[in-house]
């Protein structure tokens, strides 16, 4: 999962890194959608690495009392 998290952090880098510097009225706000984006990509990764066992204990007894006993 760490190898995951790196690899979202390079892509970061690499989609604020590239300016391209063309004045088109017509690109639009694309860093302010992406950094949304990537940030929640993030937050889920981090809730993940964190909480995997928990949640995945309560998918299990959700899963268990909807099926019955």
Not at 33 to 60: E, K, N, R, Y
Request: aromatic share 4%; glycine share 14%; proline share 3%.
């Amino acid at each position: 999962m760490q190898q995951a998290l790196m690899a979202l952090i390079d892509a970061i880098g690499r989609v604020l890194g590239t300016g391209g510097g063309s004045a088109d009225s017509e690109r639009g706000d694309v860093p302010g959608w992406v950094l949304v984006t990537v940030m929640t990509a993030g937050l889920v990764m981090t809730l993940w690495l964190v909480a995997d066992d928990q949640l995945s204990q309560i998918f299990s007894d959700a899963i268990g009392s909807v099926t019955g006993p």
